[in-house]
C-alpha cells in the first residue's frame, strides 16, 4: 500500500511542474520541498514497518524453535506413572524363621503369635481402611522329605499361616492377601546358613488396593 501511495505522490509531482511552469520558482521549490518531506516520512514509516515484521519474524521463528524442542523431549520422555489410589505402600512386620517355627514348615511359633498380636493391633489401629498384603519367603535350599512340591508352595504356606491367624484376631478376611516368592527374592546370598536363616521369613504390607 505504501509503494502505491509513493507512485501516486511521484505521479502527482510530475504533473505538477508540467501544470506550474510559468508559477513562481519559489513556489514549486516550497511544494517540491514539502512533497520531498512527505515522502521522506513515507519512506521512513516503511522502514519502520519493515523493522518490526523482521523482528517479530525473528522471533517468532525462536518460539517455534523452543517448542520443536519441548515437543522433541516431550516424545523421548517416559509415560507418566500413575500414583497408586490411597498412597503408598508401607512396611508392617516382618517374621523369621525362628519365629515360624522349623524351617520346612510353616507353623506359627508361640513367640510368631505374639508379634502377630502386636501386628494386627497395629493394622486395625493404623490401617484400617488399607489392605493387607502377607508374602512368603524361603532359601533356596531345594525341598525334601516334606509334602511340599517346591519352595513356592512352601512359602505360599507360610503366608497362609499368618494370614489365618491375623483372621482369628479380628482382621477382615477381605482386607488380607496371602502371596509366596520361594526363594526369587532374597535378603542375603544363600551362601551359608546364617543368610538362608534371613531368607526364611513373612512380610507384611499394608497399602491400597491393587488397581485393575
Known amino acids: 500500500m505504501r509503494r502505491l501511495n509513493i507512485a501516486v505522490l511521484s505521479a502527482t509531482i510530475c504533473s505538477g511542474l508540467l501544470l506550474t511552469g510559468c508559477e513562481d520558482p519559489?513556489?514549486?521549490?516550497?511544494?517540491?520541498?514539502?512533497?520531498?518531506?512527505?515522502?521522506?516520512?513515507?519512506l521512513l514509516a516503511a522502514s519502520q514497518d519493515r523493522d518490526r515484521a523482521q523482528a517479530e519474524a525473528t522471533e517468532l521463528r525462536q518460539s517455534n524453535s523452543q517448542l520443536q524442542s519441548a515437543l522433541a523431549q516431550a516424545k523421548q520422555a517416559p509415560p507418566p506413572q500413575a500414583a497408586p489410589a490411597g498412597g503408598a505402600i508401607k512396611f508392617v512386620g516382618a517374621l523369621s524363621t525362628t519365629d515360624l517355627g522349623r524351617a520346612n514348615k510353616p507353623e506359627l511359633s508361640a513367640k510368631a503369635k505374639a508379634e502377630l498380636d502386636a501386628i494386627a493391633a497395629a493394622i486395625k489401629s493404623d490401617f484400617a481402611d488399607k489392605h493387607v498384603y502377607v508374602i512368603g519367603h524361603t532359601d533356596s535350599d531345594p525341598i525334601k522329605r516334606t509334602k511340599w512340591k517346591d519352595n513356592l508352595e512352601l512359602s505360599c504356606q507360610r503366608s497362609m499361616a499368618v494370614v489365618r491367624y491375623l483372621i482369628s484376631k479380628g482382621i477382615e478376611p477381605a482386607q488380607i492377601f496371602a502371596s509366596g516368592a520361594g526363594e526369587f527374592d532374597p535378603l542375603a546370598p544363600n551362601d551359608n546358613n546364617a543368610d538362608k536363616a534371613k531368607n526364611r521369613r513373612v512380610e507384611i504390607y499394608a497399602g491400597p488396593k491393587p488397581i485393575r
Do not use: M, T, Y
Not at 519559489?26 to 513515507?42: F, R, S, T, V
Open 26 to 42: 519559489k513556489k514549486q521549490i516550497a511544494q517540491l520541498e514539502e512533497e520531498k518531506k512527505a515522502l521522506g516520512d513515507q
